[in-house]
C-alpha cells in the first residue's frame, strides 16, 4: 500500500518541508526566515500562523497540496523526555509543546502543531518520531558524583537513530535492534552517541555543555575553571548558559561559526584557526572512544553524519584515529526528512507500534538514592 507522508521541520532562520510518496520525495524546500520578519512576532506561538500559511502558500505555488496526505509529521519540541520511537501528537504533546514543558524554547515546538492544524484541516494521522529530547540512557550512565544531580541527553537523536537504522539494513542487512553502533551527527551543533541493540544507551548532552566543543558551543570544560572563568571575568550564570548552546566554541575564539570560513582561514596559515579546527575533531575522536568503551568494545561500525562530514578532512581524521575500533562510514548531511516520513510509515506498515506521551520524564532518580 503505498502512503503519503508530510513532513515539517520548524528551524530558528528556516521551515524544512518535504512531500514524500512511502520514501520517495515529491517535494520539498527549505524556506529562510529574515530576523526582521521573525522579529515581528512577541514570541514562538505567534510565528505559528505565519509559518503555517507560508507553507501553504509554497505547495500552491509549486503545485502541491496536502488533500490526500496520510500522516502528518512534526519535528516535536518542548516535549520531556522519552524513549525512542513514534508517538501519536495527543492534547498532551500539544500542551507540552505550547508550553516548552521541557525548558528548552525552540522552533521546534511548532513541530506537532502545524502538523495537528493540517491535520484538522486535511485529515490523515499526525505524529512526532524520535523527538531532541529522546533519552534511552543506561542506569550507569546517569550517576554523577553530586548526590540528586543525574545525567540526561539532549542529542540529534532523529538523525542518529535514522543514520543508525540506514546503515543497518543498506550496509549489514540486519536490523538496528541486533547492531552496536557509536554513531556522530556534526554539524552546528555536535552529537556522539553510543547504540546497543536498538537503543542509544549513553552520549553527550549537548544542551547542557558537554562532549566536544561546536562552531557555537563550548563543550566539555572543567567545573573548577568555569567557576575560575566566572570570577575572573565577572559573569552571570546566564552568560555561561549562552557559552553551552550559543556563544561558546568557535564562535567565542575568533568570532566566527561558519567551519568552511574556519578551514579557509587555515588553509591560509591562520594558526588559531587550525588549531580551533583540529581541536574540535580531536575532541570528536575522543568522543568516539569513550561511546566505544561503553559498547565494551563490541562496536559494528563508527557512523557520520551532519553537514560538517562534508569535509573530507574532518572525515579522513576521525578515519584514521578511529578506524580500529570499527569499519567508519560517513554519511555527510542528514537524514531528518527521510527520518519523519520513515517512522510514520514504519507504523503504517505495522514494523512498530505507535507510542503514546506519557507527560513524565523517562527518568527521575533511583529509587535507593531517595
Not at 505565519?50 to 518542548?78: P, Q, S, W
Not at 553510543?194 to 561546536?214: F, N, S
Not at 569513550?290 to 576521525?318: F, P, T
Request: hydrophobic content about 40%; charged content about 25%.
Amino acid at each position: 500500500m503505498s502512503y503519503r507522508i508530510f513532513a515539517i521541520n520548524p528551524g530558528s532562520t528556516s521551515t524544512k518541508i518535504a512531500l514524500f510518496e512511502d520514501d520517495k520525495c515529491l517535494f520539498s524546500k527549505n524556506v529562510s526566515h529574515s530576523a526582521e520578519e521573525l522579529a515581528k512576532y512577541s514570541d514562538m506561538p505567534a510565528q505559528l500562523p505565519y509559518r503555517r500559511d507560508m507553507i501553504l502558500d509554497i505547495l500552491k505555488e509549486n503545485g502541491f497540496t496536502l488533500e490526500g496526505v496520510d500522516v502528518f509529521v512534526g519535528r516535536a519540541g518542548g516535549l520531556l523526555s522519552v524513549e525512542g520511537g513514534t508517538y501519536a501528537i495527543d492534547e498532551l504533546v500539544l500542551d507540552h509543546a505550547r508550553t516548552c514543558a521541557n525548558g528548552v524554547i525552540h522552533p521546534a515546538t511548532l513541530g506537532p502543531q502545524l502538523a495537528h492544524e493540517f491535520a484538522q484541516t486535511y485529515g490523515g494521522k499526525e505524529m512526532v518520531v524520535n523527538p531532541p529530547d529522546t533519552d534511552e540512557l543506561q542506569d550507569l550512565a546517569r550517576m554523577t558524583g553530586i548526590k540528586g544531580v543525574y545525567r540526561t541527553v539532549h542529542l540529534h537523536a532523529l538523525n542518529l537513530k535514522e543514520t543508525a537504522i540506514r546503515h543497518s539494513k543498506d550496509v549489514l542487512g540486519k536490523k538496528y535492534e541486533e547492531c552496536n553502533y557509536v554513531v556522530c551527527h556534526i554539524g552546528g551543533g555536535i552529537s556522539v552517541s553510543a547504540h546497543r541493540e536498538g537503543r542509544m544507551i549513553d552520549g553527550y548532552d549537548i544542551v547542557g555543555g558537554e562532549g566536544p566543543m561546536t562552531p557555537t558551543r563550548c563543550g566539555s570544560v572543567s567545573v573548577y575553571d568555569l567557576l575560575d572563568y566566572m570570577e575572573r571575568e565577572k559573569v552571570d550564570i546566564k552568560t555561561v548558559r549562552n557559552l553551552c548552546s550559543r556563544t561558546g566554541g568557535i564562535v567565542n575564539h575568533i568570532g566566527i561559526s561558519d567551519t568552511i570560513e574556519l578551514t579557509e582561514r587555515a588553509a591560509k596559515g591562520d594558526k588559531y584557526a587550525e588549531m580551533l579546527w583540529n581541536t574540535m575533531i580531536y575532541q570528536i575522536e575522543k568522543g568516539v572512544g569513550a561511546m566505544a568503551a561503553a559498547l565494551h568494545g563490541k562496536v559494528d561500525g563508527v557512523l557520520l553524519g551532519g553537514g560538517m562530514v562534508h569535509n573530507k578532512d574532518l572525515v579522513a581524521q576521525i578515519t584514521e584515529a578511529c578506524g580500529w575500533i570499527a569499519p567508519v562510514t560517513a554519511y555527510p548531511g542528514e537524514f531528518e526528512m527521510e527520518a519523519m516520513a520513515a517512522g510514520a510509515i514504519r507504523v503504517l506498515d505495522g514494523e512498530e507500534q505507535i507510542k503514546k506521551y506519557s507527560g513524565k520524564k523517562v527518568f527521575e532518580g533511583f529509587d535507593f538514592a531517595k
